[in-house]
């Protein structure tokens, strides 16, 4: 990131945003109250997207919590205060917006979950693409105890990533998981020791790999999934047609052939 940019990076009260080698942080910086998502924190968490598709060195995005919590879900005291269904809706449609946002940036996510991540702070999560917890960490979504749903995109996208059987479970019984079972139910793709240090070397593996073809496969997983196969396969087919004309390909190709390590520049 060179100083302009960083110039450009708003003041937020509840995140920071870092980047180094290629790999945005964003952390979640609310640890009183373990990260929980107010208003104001959900809006940040929106404007750091912005911040994260705007930095041209960023080629993946790593989601953190600060202290022992991910994030312990939305914040409780706002939703008690919520007066009426028009109200709760706006408040559920805020929280889909933002994860929305997460979900649909052009580049790999991982959550990196370092402790609790709770209704709201699974949902994030769940936005995210890839799920990297440490040992000590804890995922649920424990809505249906305070006589609420999963309202920032839980029921569906646990839903995808589990199958119904699975999905039901987690959300009737609202219990917590260890990470072990998380990783059984495929609910996180690896556990480690610490979360973050895991979730980098995770994205150093992918950051071997040319930028645009990652972009190009994430929209053709994620506009594949609410399709027919044939149709899915039709998108398949022009998202690898775009694959072939980019300098990448010409890079990854060539570098193979001269058996030497590629040097993608994401064109
Ligand atoms: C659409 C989305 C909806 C949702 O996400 S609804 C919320 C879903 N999440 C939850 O139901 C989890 C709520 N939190 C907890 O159950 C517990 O916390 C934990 C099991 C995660 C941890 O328990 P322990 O270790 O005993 O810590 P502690 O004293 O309860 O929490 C420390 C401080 O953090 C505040 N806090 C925790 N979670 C939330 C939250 N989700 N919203 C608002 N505040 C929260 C507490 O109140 C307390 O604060 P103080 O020190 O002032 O008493």
Not at 57 to 67: H, I, L, M
Not at 144 to 165: A, D, K, Y
Not at 168 to 181: K, M, P, W
Not at 244 to 265: I, N, Q
Request: proline share 3%.
């Amino acid at each position: 990131m060179n100083e302009s940019m960083e110039s450009q990076i708003p003041e937020f009260e509840f995140l920071s945003y870092e980047a180094r080698d290629q790999v945005a942080i964003v952390t979640i910086r609310r640890p009183q109250a373990l990260n929980a998502l107010n208003q104001d924190l959900l809006v940040e968490l929106a404007s750091v997207t912005d911040v994260i598709t705007q930095d041209p060195e960023v080629r993946v995005a790593v989601f953190t919590g600060e202290g022992r919590a991910f994030v312990a879900g939305a914040d409780i005291g706002q939703i008690a205060d919520i007066q009426d269904a028009f109200a709760g809706r706006e408040f559920a449609l805020l929280g889909q917006t933002v994860m929305g946002e997460i979900a649909a940036l052009p580049l790999p996510t991982i959550a990196a979950i370092n402790g609790f991540a709770l209704g709201g702070g699974l949902e994030l999560a769940l936005a995210c693409d890839l799920r990297v917890a440490s040992t000590k960490a804890r995922l649920g979504l424990p809505e249906v105890s305070l006589g609420i749903i999963p309202g920032f995109g839980g029921t569906q996208r646990l839903l995808r990533l589990l199958g119904r059987g699975r999905a039901l479970d987690l959300i009737f019984t609202g219990r917590h998981v260890s990470a072990e079972e998380a990783l059984q139910l495929g609910l996180v793709n690896r556990v480690g020791e610490d979360a973050l240090e895991a979730a980098l070397e995770l994205a150093r593996a992918i950051l071997k790999n040319g930028p645009v073809a990652l972009a190009l496969a994430k929209e053709a997983v994620t506009r594949g999934e609410g399709l027919e196969l044939e149709e899915a396969l039709e998108v398949e087919a022009d998202l690898f047609g775009f694959a072939v004309t980019t300098k990448d390909m010409k890079e990854g190709t060539r570098a193979f052939l001269e058996k030497r390590a590629p040097e993608f520049k994401g064109e």
